[in-house]
């Protein structure tokens, strides 16, 4: 199975200012059909998750443009631009390249300091 | 809009079972394949099985294969997880979650297993 690692696990943001995500896998996530299958997801406190980007850095339907995925090949990172106080929870990546199983990261859970 | 909402949840005891349904509602549910996700008490995600658009093919995690089974009524849009001989591992929110360019695109609000005596 294709582990997902993600770093820190706990991150501490300033509002306004930007944050970073990196989750690397333990092998290429490069699809034989030239795609990448890694996603981003957040879950608020209390609520389902959310995916946010798709193969990278595809953002879903009514995401924010503060949040942007980029990377390639087993290491991938999100960005927020400017933390908001509504971006608090855990975000997750996924990968949907090597599957079954479709693996998860641990999760980073983002405070605001 | 695109709705999915499951029930079937509650508290069961180990060895018994448990059969969660997830109500679709919003898009055509038959064009798309699904998935249940669980997720324990304070822990993070765990994918737990996948059904084809059409039913044809299924995919389970290696702790759930040969005890839980997934299945879909696309005359009803109704996605569904049989759970049987139930273990405390088990315990957790499931989700259910469309697929669209990989797992998730759309979620429910999920609905909580508990397995104890």
């Known amino acids: 199975d294709v582990v997902m690692t993600q770093s820190p696990l706990s991150l501490p943001v300033t509002l306004g200012q930007p944050a970073s995500i990196s989750c690397r896998s333990s092998q290429s996530l490069v699809h034989s059909d030239g795609n990448t299958y890694l996603s981003w997801f957040q879950q608020r406190p209390g609520q389902s998750p959310r995916r946010l980007i798709y193969?990278?850095?595809n953002r879903d339907s009514g995401v924010p443009d503060r949040f942007s995925g980029s990377g390639s090949g087993t290491d991938f990172t999100l960005k927020i631009s400017r933390v908001e106080a509504e971006d608090v929870g855990v975000y997750y990546c996924?990968?949907?390249?090597?599957?079954?199983?479709?693996?998860f990261g641990q999760g980073t859970k983002v405070e605001i300091k | 809009q695109v709705q999915l909402v499951e029930s079937g949840g509650g508290v069961v005891q180990p060895g018994r079972s448990l059969r969660l349904s997830c109500a679709a509602s919003?898009?055509?549910?038959?064009?798309?394949?699904m998935h249940w996700v669980r997720q324990a008490p304070g822990e993070g995600l765990e994918w737990v099985a996948l059904i084809w658009y059409d039913g044809s093919n299924k995919f389970y995690a290696d702790s759930v294969k040969g005890r839980f089974t997934i299945s879909r009524d696309n005359s009803k849009n109704t996605l569904y997880l049989q759970m049987n001989s139930l273990r405390g591992e088990d315990t957790a929110v499931y989700y259910c979650?469309?697929?669209?360019?990989?797992?998730?695109?759309?979620w429910g609000q999920g609905t909580l297993v508990t397995v104890s005596s």
């Open positions: 996924m990968q949907g390249t090597h599957w079954p199983p479709w693996t």
């Open positions: 979650a469309r697929d669209s360019n990989s797992l998730g695109d759309y």
């Open positions: 919003g898009f055509t549910f038959s064009g798309y394949a």
């Open positions: 193969k990278v850095s």
